[in-house]
């Protein structure tokens, strides 16, 4: 027998799961609504996603060295002097990404179609195929041809309102809302972002997150994001960031608007049967950064690598239990990294007290090489005992300083 496997989704998750997949020889489709998609997304990425991914120097708008961070009452710390003169975060467009991911998947084999997924009809046993019925849009038109496509394995990676994830009855999660514009600024104003990204925290930006000032090929995404779901909110907390980068943002010229929702938490079920979900799909998004292009694209992988392994590259039908053991791996290896970001995203976001503290404590060195090695390595970094020691007792300063561990 030959594996055949459906991947529905081709963003950085849905694409990396499907190369993975194809390098290996197995019959893989990858399905994509909206071939030209542009997700609204800060669109940082960290060093290692560069290097694990193959991902080449035209893919990265700008490689970013400073970072501001900016407080509720304005106060500003420069970070990034902790950074080696090759390290840097990368920015992207996310058509740009997306794109070239997908098609790398294409070119190696996965069979691309352009279609939008309506249902998926489970089977009543372990061995019979899933079917998978969607509109095929391949000849231009929006309504589409109605199709189905049988397969033995099914990788959800079609977001936040994941069809499949519906499918399989995977339970429900929080969001939030990202809204982002995107602006082309003046020659002048562009050049002060030219290598240099901005975080704004306070309530007037969100109230329980932060905005951003992001710099892209030829303009800034300037975004922000809130759990509070509501269209009115939104529009305040977007007048917020822009009032708040007025001066930097001035003769500005707005080219497009965006907004998404965001996984706050994974699903109660992220593998039924012989279905697995990745990326925004499963809920793979950190909480504190919001960061979830690196993850998704790991998460596409891994699962992917577990079905190779299991199906002994194609020749067997994998288990559930077999497709769990994706799940095993992926909270092993990310499971910590999830839990502090949670927590740092409870004590500093929670008041305008502990957002100034938190900007306070981001001046610290330690601190900034601790935060950064992290990010951009994707590991919780062990830094030595005194270190430690000295960002713990800088955090619980800088927390009763700023009057932010009152109730």
Not at 26 to 39: F, G, Q, V
Not at 42 to 65: H, K, T, Y
Not at 127 to 154: C, F, M, R, W
Not at 376 to 390: D, E, F, G, H
Request: aromatic share 8%; proline share 5%; net charge neutral.
């Amino acid at each position: 027998m030959t594996l055949r496997v459906a991947v529905v989704g081709s963003g950085p998750a849905g694409s990396s799961a499907a190369e993975t997949l194809a390098k290996a020889g197995i019959e893989t489709y990858l399905i994509e609504r909206k071939l030209d998609n542009a997700k609204p997304c800060g669109g940082a990425i960290p060093l290692c996603m560069v290097s694990e991914f193959d991902l080449p120097p035209e893919i990265i708008d700008r490689q970013v060295r400073k970072m501001k961070m900016i407080s509720p009452s304005n106060v500003e710390v420069d970070i990034g002097s902790t950074l080696k003169e090759d390290e840097y975060i990368g920015m992207c467009r996310r058509e740009v990404l997306d794109g070239f991911l997908r098609d790398r998947a294409s070119k190696l084999g996965a069979m691309l179609i352009n279609g939008t997924v309506h249902t998926l009809d489970l089977p009543s046993n372990s061995t019979d195929p899933y079917t998978i019925h969607y509109a095929d849009h391949s000849d231009g038109n929006l309504e589409g041809t109605a199709k189905t496509l049988q397969v033995d394995l099914v990788i959800g990676a079609d977001g936040a309102n994941s069809r499949v994830a519906k499918a399989i009855d995977a339970g429900d999660y929080n969001y939030a809302i990202a809204f982002q514009e995107r602006i082309r600024l003046p020659e002048d104003k562009m050049r002060y972002y030219e290598d240099r990204a901005e975080m704004y925290v306070g309530t007037d930006v969100s109230p329980d997150f932060y905005a951003w000032v992001f710099p892209k090929y030829d303009h800034v995404a300037v975004g922000t994001g809130t759990m509070k779901v509501n269209k009115a909110i939104i529009k305040d907390l977007q007048a917020g960031i822009r009032a708040r980068a007025a001066r930097k943002l001035e003769g500005g010229t707005i080219i497009k608007v965006e907004a998404h929702p965001i996984p706050e938490h994974p699903r109660p079920r992220r593998v039924v049967g012989r279905v697995a979900l990745v990326g925004d799909a499963a809920g793979y998004v950190t909480k504190s950064s919001g960061e979830g292009i690196y993850f998704a694209a790991k998460s596409g992988r891994m699962c992917a690598e577990t079905i190779v392994e299991f199906s002994r590259q194609g020749q067997r039908i994998p288990s559930e239990d077999d497709l769990k053991v994706y799940l095993k791996r992926w909270d092993k290896k990310y499971g910590t990294t999830y839990k502090v970001l949670d927590l740092l995203q409870t004590v500093f976001y929670r008041s305008d007290a502990a957002r100034e503290a938190f900007v306070e404590m981001c001046a610290d060195r330690d601190v900034q090489k601790l935060t950064f090695d992290s990010y951009l390595y994707k590991t919780v970094v062990p830094a030595n005992p005194i270190v430690q020691l000295k960002i713990t007792a800088k955090t619980i300063g800088s927390l009763l300083r700023g009057h932010a561990l009152a109730p």
